[in-house]
């Protein structure tokens, strides 16, 4: 990443010209801008997490964290940023399992349903209809209600190619319904058990 111009003098004044690292000062070393948590294990531009260092400081340290001590008045949640990074990581990682259960438990349920007699044919799905179960699983909704709304669509009497439409009608209007009925709640005051 660039460090601007701005972020630069910040850091080179704070730290009085001089490697946070070895002692050194200018003009006698050139000094750049070092990452303190570099930005291959997360680290930001922030200027907690920059430092002065001299070229052969900067240099040495290449992806490596330094000791505490070597940058103490180095806000310590840059050191760790790395780890929260890595546990953010493993977050999205475990609400994009969620979601490919969710949008699997959907498919089955909706694979259940055929038309077109002896035919079976199954019921067709838009090219984009991962994209609306997804928004329906970020909205709240549980897999029981929309395995409801699914059955809602197969047992419908619209035509086939209107039927994930005709699904999404009834999941919306769900979802309508839930909100209505929580606001209204919350305006009667009624305490919330759980």
Known sequence: MTINKRT??????????????CGATAPDV????DHVTPVAL???????????????CNLGKASTSPAAETVADVAQDA?????YVKQAEAIIEAREHEGDSYRD???EAWEEWHYGGAMKKPLPLPGDWEN???NFRKSGMSLEVI????????????????????FCGVAWRRIREAR?????????????NG
């Not at 050139?30 to 801008?33: C, D, E, N, S």
């Not at 209505?180 to 919330?192: H, R």
């Open 42 to 56: 997360g680290g930001t531009d922030t200027t907690d997490n920059l430092v002065a260092a001299c070229v052969d």
């Open 105 to 107: 438990a959907f498919l």
């Open 147 to 166: 395995k409801s709304c699914v059955d809602i669509a197969g047992r419908s009497t619209v035509p086939a190619g209107s039927a994930f439409k005709y």
């Open 132 to 134: 609306s179960i997804e």
């Open 8 to 21: 630069r003098f910040e850091v080179l004044k704070r730290d009085n010209h001089t490697c946070r690292y």
């Open 180 to 192: 209505d009925i929580a606001q209204a709640l919350m305006l009667e005051g009624e305490p919330v």
């Open 30 to 33: 050139k000094l750049h801008i």
């Open 79 to 83: 050191i760790r940023w790395a780890t």
